[in-house]
């Protein structure tokens, strides 16, 4: 019998285990379990909250095909909010690490709850072999790749994992679907990677699309998000300020040019708790 509870940030929906109360002898194996459709809960994945010796707290995340993932931008923002909320600390201001990397988080309150986060996302990694990709360069933009016989100009950037960008002329009838997971598995990325379908609508707002390794279509992705800015800043697209528009919802982004971090603000839903029977 495990307790849990689901969450979303603007769509973007996982299982969120308290690890400071329960013992998951494998949460991969678990988070495909509960993820399922019919089945379980029909979740984009599993994130545990656990301790951790570098920051407040720790979050591991796991895809709904049991694949672990370093970093999860909607995801990182219900931690924090489940960290506040249900009482595992009493800041506002606190670091949460993923990946090994540590982000700090800003929650702004109403009620004495978290209304929205804003996360400090660090610093975009554009070196294309640390992205990684076989592609050389920093940074990585306008790289042709095909799938399905349909040619894309992608722009690579790490935000915490890799993110690949191309612009569309519009994402809705863009064949995310199809040739997503082409792309996500091409040998270009050792790892694989999230593949970004955007319509820029003005220099302040962004529409997108996105196909995540190891889970498929998202209505949200916040990792995505602030690769898309940092993409439309990187080809004069948009200011560095700027919405970035998802199925799920609108993200607020922004990648400072003072300390180089992209930060992002949204927010943190809580949807049900329950209590999982099955073996």
Request: glycine share 22%.
């Given at each position: 019998m495990i307790h849990f509870t689901k969450?979303?940030?603007?769509?973007?929906?996982y299982v969120y285990i308290n690890g400071f109360q329960e013992h998951i002898e494998d949460p991969a194996?678990?988070?495909v379990k509960m993820s399922r459709y019919h089945?379980?809960?029909?979740?984009?994945?599993l994130i545990m909250i656990l301790p951790s010796d570098k920051a407040d707290f720790r979050m591991q995340m796991f895809n709904n095909d049991g694949s672990e993932s370093e970093m999860c931008g909607n995801g990182i923002r219900c931690v924090a909010a489940y960290c506040h909320d249900r009482g595992l600390t009493d800041k506002t201001?606190?670091?949460?690490?993923?990946?090994?990397q540590i982000k700090v988080m800003h929650l702004t309150l109403e009620g004495g709850k978290t209304k929205a986060v804003r996360v400090d996302m660090g610093e975009p990694v554009l070196d294309g072999l640390r992205i990684p990709s076989t592609v050389a360069g920093e940074p990585v933009v306008g790289h042709p790749m095909t799938a399905n016989g349909n040619t894309y100009h992608f722009t690579f950037v790490n935000m915490g994992n890799p993110h690949a960008v191309c612009f569309v002329e519009d994402p809705l009838t863009a064949p995310v679907t199809v040739d997503g997971p082409v792309l996500e598995c091409d040998?270009?990325?050792p790892n694989k990677a999230n593949i970004e379908f955007v319509r820029v609508m003005n220099r302040t707002h962004a529409k997108m699309r996105v196909w995540?390794?190891?889970?498929g279509e998202t209505l949200a992705c916040g990792t995505?998000?602030?690769a898309v800015l940092v993409a439309c800043v990187l080809g004069g697209l948009t200011e560095r300020?700027?919405?970035v528009e998802l199925p799920g919802g609108v993200l607020e982004l922004e990648w400072n040019e003072q300390d180089n971090h992209v930060y992002m603000t949204g927010p943190a839903t809580f949807v049900y708790d329950g209590v999982w029977l099955q073996d």
């Open positions: 969450m979303e940030g603007i769509g973007n929906d194996a678990l988070a089945f379980g809960c029909y979740s984009d994945g201001e606190f670091t949460i690490e993923s990946g090994g040998p270009t990325f995540e390794r190891g889970t995505g998000a602030c300020k700027a919405e």
